[in-house]
């Protein structure tokens, strides 16, 4: 275990050489990339050093023990004991970093928010919780980029799609597929009386570097013009566009680039992530199950995360965790919920290993 943790630690020392290249750093591509796998080795280099660090103190502290003063013996007893205790910790730590990864969990992906059982109040909650992504996005200084947005007269969403660039964006926002069901009390209400709605929530890693063929004569182009909410015109052009992808019945949108080039290179790549995302379901049994599990119908009886307004709680049903702290959770601060959800995952590995 402690050789395979070496050898990521080699790895990354060699890849800090490589970085400086300025043939490397001339190619923005093969530069950001290298720049990705170095971030991601760095937490193995740091956990193998702390551990050779224990393992000499622990040898200073077994030589100590022969010494002629009682005291000194007494206190390195006290570390031998404390330097086995610390080990033992970094052994867990260690076994949990080297479980097998998500082949996707260092990818940016593509977030979809729709509106479900509800209404307005769901398309309302739609937009809450676009708001809360962004939000949780800038925290982790990831790029968010909203590519195809259709609202409400009143600004929810009833469709959104976003791409989410970062560090290890798929490794946190896996977590967020599903149904969220809010209750709360809408402000079109007037009894006072406590509504319940749904959104649904799909990630999708993003798939840049698969090799999809796409026949032209199985896809639709269409050109019209950019709109925003109740269909005013932000664009004069017809900059906006629209893929229908025939054999599978996949529509892609993209609105949101500055020129019909921009829109369309975008719109393409999400195709290419939702296609590569469909034939995985489709050759993998247990990711098919899993994949169509995480929206399901959009019912309301169907959540995985249910947001309760009246007692400012926010609860994950999966692992039965419960936050009283709504309005942070809201304003984008996911991290010890994430944190719960990675650590649960984690827990299934080794239960599994």
Known sequence: MIEKLKTLRDKYHELSKTIIDPA???DNKQYAKLMKEYASLEPYSVKYDEYVKIEQ???S???MIHDSDPEIVEMAHAEIAQCKEKLQQLDEEIKI???????????????????GAGGEESCLFGAVLLRMYRMYAERNHWKFEITDLNETELGGVKEASVVIRGHNVYSKMKFEGGVH???RVPETESGGRIHTSTATVAVLPEQQDVEIEIDEKDIRLDTYRASGAGGQHINKTDSAIRITHFPTGIVVTCQDGRSQIQNKERAFEILKSKLYD???????????KN???????????????????PQGRVTDHRINYTSYNLEGFLNGDLDDMIDNLQMAEQK????NA
């Open 97 to 115: 970093m080297l479980l097998p990864k998500d082949e996707n969990d260092e990818k940016d992906v593509i977030l979809e928010i729709r509106g």
């Open 291 to 309: 994949r169509r599990g995480m929206v399901g119908t959009g019912d309301r009886s169907e959540r995985i995360r249910t947001y309760n307004y």
């Open 24 to 26: 490397i750093i001339a």
């Open 278 to 288: 469909l034939y995985k379901m489709q050759s993998d049994e247990e990711y098919a």
């Open 61 to 63: 502290a077994e030589a």
């Open 181 to 183: 069901r809010v209750q």
């Open 57 to 59: 103190d622990l040898e």
């Open 348 to 351: 299934a590995k080794l239960e």
